[in-house]
């Protein structure tokens, strides 16, 4: 009998000692990997469907963490990490959810810091400023460069015919639709989110200043398409407006707009080509729909996306009797406007001589 009382003591030592050879084992591993105050942080990247797993053995990779393993299992089992690690009730999850997102780890962080950062969420903005003018290849080229998403991605959901439906657009392409202005991103956000966003922009834009419901489809587009040749054409802002009440005039009377924007837009966007230095006579005679040299009325689509200053001019132009304009100062970027092409050719001429 005492033997087997002594061999079960000798057990029951045997397990303490083993659990808490484990304890300490366990606890020694999620400890920080160093107390130094001043290491650097690591850029760690957690993507959409990333696991646990995952995550922890590119922590362990990088130096942020002594054991994968163990990161593994408590990031299920986070209610236990209070029995092995006793700091601040504030790092202590319970239910711990991996999210994608942009994380900064130190080396010096508890592993309970560093559940709680990734399971925040944060996000790495990256500020990408849209010119105005731009078209769809230019932002998708700027949107690539930014690694936002891929250029042929971006461009494919601007002429998906889906994506445009739930947009609420009703031309062939997004074009026009994407308001320049300044975005906060997210580093491979995705080409619908990024573009839905910048035509949500513009919706909000536009809404400042014309009831968008209160006009057809067919209402919006022309001034969408009116406006992006206005946005390639003016330099002055002030002139923006004048600039549109020719391009009415001329509309209002069947007139072609004449627009070298236009032109340009054929040559680069649709043909491919690098950006002419001037428009050559023959460019003026290519068969397509959007040379406003040879067709008269708007183009099927907008040019380039417009800002506030070409939707202002064309919503709200001016009465004007001008057809006609061209540059006055190549430098200045003003130009000269006429009534009569007697008055237009003049002025091209004294233009010349100077």
């Known amino acids: ?85 006793s700091i601040k009730p504030e790092y202590e999850l319970y239910g711990f959810v991996l999210k994608s997102g942009i994380y900064y780890v130190k080396p010096n962080m508890h592993v309970q810091e560093i559940y709680n950062l990734l399971s925040s969420g944060r996000q790495e903005y990256i500020s990408v400023s849209i010119p105005e003018g731009y078209t769809i290849s230019q932002i998708a080229a700027l949107l690539e460069e930014n690694k936002i998403c891929s250029k042929n991605e971006f ?14 657009i009703t031309l062939d392409s997004a074009e026009g639709f994407l308001f320049p202005d300044t975005y ?23 809404r400042t200043l014309i009831d968008v419901d209160s006009i057809t489809n067919d209402e919006l587009n022309d001034i969408v398409i009116l406006s992006s040749i206005v946005e ?8 923006a407006p004048l600039i549109a009440s020719v391009f009415k005039n001329r509309l209002r009377h069947n ?8 032109v340009v837009y054929v040559l680069t966007e649709i043909e491919g080509k690098p950006h002419p230095s001037r428009i050559l006579i023959e460019d003026t005679k290519i068969d397509n729909p959007y040379n406003t040299y040879k067709w008269a009325g708007l183009p099927p689509g907008a040019i380039s996306n417009p800002g506030l200053t070409a939707l202002d001019a064309v919503i709200n132009a001016p009465k004007t009797n001008y ?24 002025n091209h001429n004294l233009s010349a001589k100077k």
């Open 1 to 85: 009998m005492k033997k087997i009382i002594s061999f079960l003591v000798s057990l029951l030592l045997l397990v303490a000692l083993l659990a808490a050879g484990a304890y300490f084992y366990v606890f020694s591993q999620l400890k920080s990997v160093t107390s130094d105050k001043e290491c650097e942080a690591v850029r760690i990247e957690v993507s959409n469907g990333d696991s646990v797993k995952k995550i922890g053995n590119l922590l362990e990779e990088n130096g942020l963490i002594k054991n994968a393993r163990l990161f593994y299992i408590f990031g299920s089992r986070s209610q236990f990490l209070k029995y092995f690690t």
């Open 155 to 168: 461009i494919e959901i601007c002429h998906n015919a889906a994506f445009l439906h739930e947009m609420g």
């Open 184 to 206: 906060f991103l997210v580093p491979g956000a995705g080409a619908s989110e990024t573009a839905a966003l910048f035509i949500n922009t513009f919706y909000g834009k536009i």
């Open 232 to 239: 390639r054409e003016y330099r002055l802002k002030e002139e």
């Open 255 to 262: 007139i072609g707009l004449y627009s070298c924007a236009t």
């Open 323 to 346: 057809y006609f304009f061209q540059v006055k100062d190549a430098a200045k970027g003003s130009h000269v406007f006429t009534s009569t092409f007697d008055e237009h050719v003049e």
